[in-house]
C-alpha cells in the first residue's frame, strides 16, 4: 500500500534524510524509504532519535526504552533493527532474549528499573506514581533521565506506529 520510494520518487523535502541516512548507514532501510511519504514524520523522526542518541541515560538504557517500546508495539522491524545495535553495543544475549520475549525481570538491577519505569510510564500515560519515581531514582537516575525515558517513548512510539501503518 504505502511507497518504498528512491531518491528519485521521494517528495524533494525528504530527499535530504534520505541521503543522510544512506551515508550514515550505507544504505536506505525500507522504514525510511515508506517514511519518506512524509517528510515531516521522516525528519522528526530522525532528528528526534539523533536526540535521544545524545541523552545522558547509557546506550544500552536507551535500548532497553526502544526494546520495551517496540516489544510493546509488536514492530518487528523496530525489534530486528534494535536487537543489531544490542550486539553492537556489546549486550549480553540473555538480556537480548529477555527484551525481544518481554520476560521478567532482566538479569541486570539498574535495566530492570528502566524497563519498569518506562513499563509504567507507558501504562500511566505519564502519570508514574511517587513511590515508582522514587524506585527509578535508587538505582541512580535522575529526572533528566526520567524525561529522556519521556522523549524515547514519544520517539520510538511514533516510529514503531509509522513502521507498522506503512507495513516496513
Do not use: W
Amino acid at each position: 500500500m504505502f511507497t518504498e520510494h528512491t531518491l528519485e520518487s521521494a517528495p524533494p523535502a525528504s530527499r535530504r534524510a534520505m541521503e543522510s541516512t544512506i551515508k550514515h548507514l550505507g544504505h536506505l532501510p525500507p522504514a525510511v524509504a515508506r517514511l519518506a511519504s512524509s517528510p515531516q514524520l521522516l525528519d522528526g523522526f530522525l532528528k528526534l532519535s539523533a536526540m535521544f542518541e545524545q541523552a545522558t541515560l547509557d546506550p544500552v538504557a536507551r535500548e532497553v526504552v526502544i526494546m520495551v517500546v517496540a516489544t510493546r508495539n509488536e514492530c518487528h522491524v523496530c525489534v530486528e533493527m534494535h536487537t543489531g545495535k544490542l550486539r553492537a553495543l556489546g549486550a549480553d544475549e540473555e538480556l537480548i532474549a529477555a527484551l525481544r520475549e518481554r520476560r521478567q525481570p532482566l538479569g541486570d538491577e539498574r535495566l530492570e528499573a528502566v524497563r519498569q519505569f518506562t513499563l509504567e510510564a507507558l501504562r500511566t500515560a505519564g502519570g508514574v506514581a511517587d513511590e515508582e519515581l522514587k524506585s527509578f531514582f535508587a538505582h541512580g537516575y535522575t529526572e533528566q533521565n526520567a524525561l529522556e525515558v519521556v522523549m524515547g517513548i514519544g520517539t520510538y512510539t511514533m516510529s514503531t506506529l509509522a513502521n507498522r501503518l506503512t507495513r516496513a
